[in-house]
Antibody, heavy 120, light 106 residues
Framework: EVHLVESGGGLVQPGGSVRLSCAASGFTFSKFWMHWVRQAPGKGLVWVARINNDGSVATYAGSVKGRFTISRDNAKNILYLEMNSLRAEDAALYYCAREFGGPTVVSDYWGRGALVTVSS | SYDLTQSPSVSVAPGQTATITCSGDKLGDTHVSWYQQETGQSPVLVIYEDSKRPSGIPERFSASNSGNTATLTISETQAMDEADYYC?????????FGGGTKLTVL
């Protein structure tokens, strides 16, 4: 069974940094592209970043480009999101999600999320 | 940037059919997926590639996509279907979500 478990969230000051992790199990992690998607309290889903299966290609939403970095360790089956220069509007529940694969980009499994709060 | 528009809310009586729409420019030219998110839970994929259901999703869930509108239809709606529903597409190298529709089963 596919499991994605996020960790690393918490309270961060504006301008600060935090790194989220997503531990994957139940599937061959190195074969799948992965995503981070966030959801502010009471708001909708917003895509953050995507990384290919070997970690060589990453794409980002415009709102985080240059501040966030998605990466992965296929030997450890872990996806990361390094978040720098955090702003109040970055506060959200951050989900990691597996990309299904096929003719389009869709996420078939999601973790429970890691909460990031940005406040002084 | 590409935008997907959903109505904020839809209400339906139990046993009736719920219809949730998602609109975007030439949306029919790309594939649309739909996610269900119950309160306090993670999103669950219910439709992908416009009309395909993942294993475990009831046949009551169906969808279509043509022109500028994608439609999610839930037949014989049950109380357990009450949730937020999001459409999603991949456009301009970006995963785009609609704003979500809250389905209330009266």
């Amino acid at each position: 069974e596919v499991h994605l478990v996020e960790s690393g969230g918490g309270l961060v000051q504006p301008g600060g940094s935090v790194r989220l992790s997503c531990a994957a199990s139940g599937f061959t992690f190195s074969k799948f592209w992965m995503h981070w998607v966030r959801q502010a309290p009471g708001k909708g889903l917003v895509w953050v970043a995507r990384i290919n299966n070997d970690g060589s290609v990453a794409t980002y939403a415009g709102s985080v480009k240059g501040r966030f970095t998605i990466s992965r360790d296929n030997a450890k089956n872990i996806l990361y999101l390094e978040m720098n220069s955090l702003r109040a509007e970055d506060a959200a529940l951050y989900y990691c999600a597996r990309e299904f694969g096929g003719p389009t980009v869709v996420s078939d499994y999601w973790g429970r999320g890691a909460l990031v709060t940005v406040s002084s | 940037s590409y935008d997907l528009t959903q109505s904020p809310s839809v209400s339906v009586a139990p046993g009736q059919t719920a219809t949730i729409t998602c609109s975007g420019d030439k949306l029919g030219d790309t594939h649309v997926s739909w996610y269900q998110q119950e309160t306090g839970q993670s999103p669950v994929l219910v439709i992908y590639e416009d009309s395909k259901r993942p294993s475990g999703i009831p046949e009551r869930f169906s969808a279509s996509n043509s022109g500028n509108t994608a439609t999610l239809t839930i037949s014989e709606t049950q109380a357990m279907d009450e949730a937020d529903y999001y459409c999603q597409a991949w456009a301009s190298n970006t995963m785009v979500f609609g704003g979500g529709t809250k389905l209330t089963v009266l």
